[in-house]
């Protein structure tokens, strides 16, 4: 079976160490202390879950880093260099600052390219950037399934994330290249606002709406436009 090695026990790593081993997959769940993941992983009673350091997590053959960009992760992740060469790297960053206000980087760049560039032997695929840490307790919204964007320049690793998210609760759409994070980060920062006008944060997420479309009648009142 495929392992996932999760970095990190705040409120994403832990809650995607749930449904990653609720969904039949193996799942290290790692902490910078030790003892830590190890009562995480007592009290979420799953076989398929265990505990370890950030070296046992990235010696898995996914690896999902669930910390901050501002918290030094890029540094934190250096004495792991040589594990991460060839994997694939599960990005779920969003550059927030400390005050969740705006971003630590400029708009001609992402997390997710920061973090290719940095490692680029890694096979770097951005996925949950806007899933709030709220929606993996109860990921309906009554009845409705919402999306996880999935971005990569590596369609082989995209592949592998896209079968490795098998039976989980998210619809994962193919949101192309790896740059596209600029603007899937920047809809968490807009969904964060928004989120908190309306009374929905952090109970929210993105559904793109739309149907198969097939040229017809529906297009008469183009036609009279071209037309007239
Ligand atoms: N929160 C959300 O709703 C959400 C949604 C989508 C994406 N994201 C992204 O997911 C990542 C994690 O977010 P989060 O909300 O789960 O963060 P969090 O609750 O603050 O947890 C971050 C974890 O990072 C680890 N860590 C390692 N070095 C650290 C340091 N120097 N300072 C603080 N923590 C350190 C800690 O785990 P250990 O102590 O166990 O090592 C900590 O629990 C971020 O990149 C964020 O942008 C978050």
Known sequence: METIGILGTGRMGVRLACMFAEAGRDVILASRDIERSSRLVLGLKNSNLRSGS?????AAQFVLPAMFLRDGMLNILEPLRDQLDGKIYIDISNPFNDTYTDFILPWDTSGAEQIQNHFPKTRVVGAFKNVWWEVFDAPKF???VSDVFVVSDDTQAKTK???LTENTPFRYLDAGKLSNARTIERMTLLS?????????????????LGEQWIPGEADRISSLILNS
């Open 54 to 58: 950030y070296a046992d997590a990235a």
């Open 192 to 208: 964060g606002e928004l989120g908190q006008r309306y009374g929905y944060f952090p109970r929210m997420n993105y559904k793109l």
């Open 142 to 144: 009554g009845d409705m």
């Open 161 to 163: 994330l896209f079968n």
